[in-house]
């Protein structure tokens, strides 16, 4: 379209005055029903790509429920670190405020002693430990230790307290001592009628937390956990011991001689009990190193410190060889040092592969593409043969082909070439894995090479030759680079391929052959650490992204062509 | 009137406890299992018999044990367990405990006392390392060598797998820590009871690794408890560790010039564990499942097809012989006294804590 603003001011129908026409009402262009074309443009094309968008919907939502949200999910799990503040409320907050030197204040003991109390009666406290574990050997034991052992500390109080008086240990009494009375009568109407429908949930008395804070918190817990978690009748439930520990703390830190309440005397009572001499106590410090002698000591709860904020970054430093301490990233100890390694020789062997599948392939498309139909398709079958062939098979083939008492160290030494003694090492090793994924990669490479291969045509070859080209220079100058868009589908497919791949290294890589996903798969099924094979898997994928752009810049994804 | 509800609930209560059993039961039940001559041996000694005591329930196997922790705690996470019972490893099934993914259970509830009375727990003893574990039979981590490849002098203890002179060629051991580690600090001098006293230290570790690193060049690392007795058949290794179970069938089954380096074997055990979170009718399935196949008589045929010994004290005596090979089995069994004259046992605890940081060292030393 011309501009219209030039200098020649003709009058007429001419298209430049139709335009200036157009512009000087100043209104948009007009559609034939009358609304903006602009508009009713869109509108239309919006149209349009609803109903491709409609078209598509159902294989959109699939590859998202099935393919993008899993692992979406699972690296995410690489940052995750919920289960430390979720399980240790009190204590990480209490070790907020600690400096990290020396030992904690005993507020994060008695802290921790009601966390872990709760955790244990949720069967938590060990899956923590084990969270814990890959940060600081020992945390899995202690955990599961502590989870059984403190409960001592509250057994002591809760046995004294029921000796003094049976009701401390009974549901009743003290649900009307916590409870707000007009709760207390809607549970106990719920009850009568058979306990049919929703539990009422609980609700603390008032006042009370201002004499009793803590009973008041973890009474209050201690009813949550009862009537949502077990779904029990808390009036059938009598408290257990860490709200005894609790009652014991107010008792002895607090003035209750004001309460007029229900069970007033008997609250009055157990008051004059903890202020008798005779009383027996424990402290929070004694009852830890009781359980065990490593909670005295710093670094478990500077691990707790480190890894109580919600997101972490230590799942991502420990797959690059580094880890979070208290003073700040470190690289971890030489003799630990293995996933910058298994990288490199990831990216390394994958390349090898690539560029062997290629040499190996490229001839073997190239006479397919030449043969005529009846041949190429023979041949075809016997390189889609092994391809239909069970993995494992021919895995465990190579094994009986490459191992020392194999096929081809027995044909060598038979031939003389290699004495009995000191036969080849073909397998367990970095080049057992290249050859036998090699070969199981070949028809990767093979099948886009061969597609476009036979979609040369073979005029153009015949036009060079009799244009005056030898035959190296037809191949190089005209045929192979028509050749290229194959051999870049097939690289790709073959190298993305194997750099996730693990069942052949696993098989016949030994120790130097085996890959990152190795690894990976390591800590998916046998360690566990979800956290540190979502990291490893988050840089690999990062990694193949990386590569990929870099293709796209320097040879074009444009050039790639699968059939 | 609140008297005589209460009556009736009772009432209620004990016919439907009576009537449980017999209608409440789910009629499919899924079992976990490790494949192969294991899963077989469980399948005539313990799933025929009861599929003939109750036409009406179907049992399928999904041999998925050697993957159970990762898929039970994905199942978990999915909300949807589909397995009703569990075989793992002892150490398996301490984690699925500690991780709230296995159901504890109380033993003299859920299994069936021995025939002269003795309850379930006292029956059964130590073997139940952990309160989710229902223990089935103990099998241990041994050495097989080839008797014509190790020269005129067989080797009778364990420390042979570090003699590159005695014993010249490659062995095989596991790709892990467990095991190895112990063997080289006990063949590095350490007394056996001091073991996880030294490992527990770094020092402790590097001599182990260090011990590792003298024979590392001649050895082939497995992963699958079938690759030893490959390596065994083919001449590929001199000797090796592996299950015993797998050392019987080569040696027994198969024929092959390989023997039994019984020395410092390493005990385990395996087991049932019933996941959490199963429904009424599956868990009162399985739980009548279970009562029957750990019964002394269910353990004691179980080791007619495969040489593992049974994890109950009164199955010992039961013990007779093989179902097609008909040898005695006893000799066998790694609990029998010949066999058992110097032996260790899989410490839970310690590979527990320290599985992940010596693993780590482990690994970074094997890829060096």
Known sequence: MSDATGPDTFDGPTPDNALRQAQKTSGPMLAADGTPLKKSLSRALRRQKMRALMLIAPLLLFVLITFIAPIADMLFRSVENQIVSETLPLTTEELGSWDGEGMPPEAAFEAAYYDIFLAAERKEHTRLGTRLNYELTGASSLFRKSGRGLDDIGEVYQDQFEDLDENWDEALPWLELMGDPEWLAEQQEWVAEGEEGRQPSFELSEGTADILPRTAREFAVFAEYTQDEERDNLLDEEPWSAVHTALYQDLSSGDVSSYSGPRADMLQAAAALVASPDFETVSFLDGFEEVDEDWMEPPIWRTIKLYSPNYTSGYFLNSIDMQLTPDGIEARPENQQIYMLLFQRTLFMSLVITFSCILLGYPVAYILSNLPMRSANLLMILVLLPFWTSLLVRTSAWKVMLQQQGVINDVLVWIGLVADDSRLTMINNQFGTIVAMTHILLPFMILPMYSVMSTIPPSYVRAAKSLGATNWTTFWRVYFPQSIPGIGAGSILVFILSIGYYITPEIVGGTTGTFISNRIAYHISSSLNWGLAAALGAILLAVVLILYWAYDRIVGIDNVKLG | ?368
């Open chain 2, 1 to 368: 009137m609140k008297l005589t509800k209460t009556l009736m609930a009772s009432t209620a209560l004990t016919v439907a406890a009576g009537a449980v059993a017999a209608q409440d039961m789910a009629d499919s039940m899924t079992l976990v299992s490790w494949g192969g001559a294991y899963q077989a041996s469980q399948d005539n000694a313990y799933a025929k018999p009861y599929a003939e005591m109750h036409p009406e329930v179907s049992i399928s196997w999904d041999e998925s044990s050697n993957e159970a922790v990762a898929k039970l705690r994905a199942m978990n996470e999915a909300g949807n367990i589909t397995w009703d019972l569990v075989d793992v490893v002892a150490s398996d099934a301490m984690r699925l405990c500690d991780e709230g993914l296995a159901m504890e259970y109380d033993p003299d509830e859920l299994l069936a006392e021995a025939p002269d009375g003795t309850s379930a727990e006292d029956d059964f003893g130590d073997m139940i390392v952990s309160d989710c574990f229902i223990p089935q039979i103990v099998y241990s981590t041994t050495v097989g060598y080839r008797t014509d490849l190790v020269g005129d002098t067989a080797p009778t203890d364990i420390c042979a797998i570090f003699d590159l002179e005695a014993y010249p060629g490659k062995r095989s051991l596991e790709k892990r820590p467990i095991n190895n580690m112990e063997w080289a600090l006990y063949c590095d001098g350490v007394a056996k009871e001091d073991i996880y006293d030294v490992l527990e230290t770094a020092e402790g570790q590097d001599q182990a690794l260090a011990k590792l690193d003298t024979i590392k060049d001649n050895v082939v690392w497995w992963s699958a408890g079938a690759d030893t007795p490959q390596l065994l058949a083919d001449g590929e290794v001199i000797m090796g560790s592996t299950y015993n179970g797998r050392l019987f069938s080569v040696i027994e089954e198969q024929d092959q010039p390989v023997a039994m380096l019984w020395d410092m074997q390493v005990f385990d055990l395996d087991g049932w564990i019933i996941p959490t979170g199963l429904p009424e009718d599956r868990l009162a399935r399985v739980k009548d499942f279970v009562k029957f196949a750990t019964d002394t008589q269910r353990l004691a045929d179980q080791a007619a097809y495969i040489s593992y010994g049974p994890a109950r004290q009164s199955s010992a005596p039961l013990v007779g012989q093989h179902a097609e090979l008909g040898i005695e089995m006893a000799q066998h069994m790694p609990t029998d006294p010949e066999n058992a004259s110097n032996t260790l046992l899989y410490n839970y605890e310690f590979w527990a804590d320290y599985r992940d940081d010596i693993d780590a060292k482990f690994q970074a030393w094997l890829a060096q």
